[in-house]
């Protein structure tokens, strides 16, 4: 059963909508505090976000931004504004659909329907800045570039980008590559993070992965 986290200040346009998909099958989590928004909508690990643009505080805009830097999940922005400048600004910010209320009850169930079986055919692919990686070749993939990365280097790039914005500590590394956090050469990881930095600068991406002295190393997903 997919979940689904709606992001609606309006309770009861809220609860309107929980009902719709509670009925249609759907697992539905309803935020309504919108002090630390995104912390709550990670907490609760959706598979898909409905997200208004008009809330108190951060936009949904902001939301929607800070949301697909962390690659947490589909998108579908619902809202009463109707410009179409509104539109295409959420869709540059990585928002995967855009629908204006009042909303046809067929039409957004069809619209959440698909968006979440697009995000499921792509299971076992992790996007990162202009290029995908599929987790289990460990292949990167752009427009016009395709390179099977060898196994290390893979799983240290799947690792990061699994936590962008975090600083993954060396130790972590460790015990998820070599399944130890002791008896390992430091500098066996130097030359794999060094190999994989130079794969990377041949995306235009040589200093997105960012050495934090004395803690790991961090994924600039900002970038």
């Known amino acids: 059963m997919s979940r689904i986290t709606i992001v609606e200040d309006d309770i009861f346009m809220r609860e309107e909508l929980a009902d719709i998909l509670e009925k249609a099958g759907y ?62 600004h959420g869709l540059k910010l990585g928002a995967d659909d855009f ?28 996007k990162g800045n202009g290029f995908y990686l599929d987790k289990y070749t460990y292949t990167i993939y752009t427009g016009n570039y395709s390179k099977v990365l060898p196994e290390k280097e893979g799983k240290i790039l799947e690792i990061l980008l699994e936590h962008p914005g975090e600083i993954v500590s ?5 015990l998820e590559i070599w ?4 008896y390992v050469d430091e500098n066996i990881l130097q030359v794999n993070m060094t190999r994989l930095r130079k794969t990377l600068s041949i995306l235009g991406l040589g200093d997105i992965v960012q050495t934090v002295r004395g803690r790991g190393y961090l994924w600039n997903g900002t970038k």
Do not use: M
């Open 27 to 88: 697992e539905v989590v309803q935020i309504g505090n919108f002090q630390y928004v995104c912390e709550e909508i990670k907490k609760s690990k959706p598979d898909l976000v409905l997200l208004d643009i008009n809330l108190p505080g951060k936009s949904g805009f902001e939301i929607c931004k800070q949301l697909k830097i962390k690659n947490l999940c589909p998108i579908i922005i619902l809202t009463s504004r109707t410009q179409i400048e509104d539109e295409i």
């Open 99 to 126: 629908l204006t209320k009042p909303y046809h009850k067929g039409r957004l169930l069809a619209r959440i329907e698909n968006t979440l079986q697009r995000f499921s055919s792509f299971e076992g692919i992790l």
């Open 170 to 174: 060396k130790e972590k590394i460790f």
């Open 179 to 182: 399944g130890t956090q002791d």
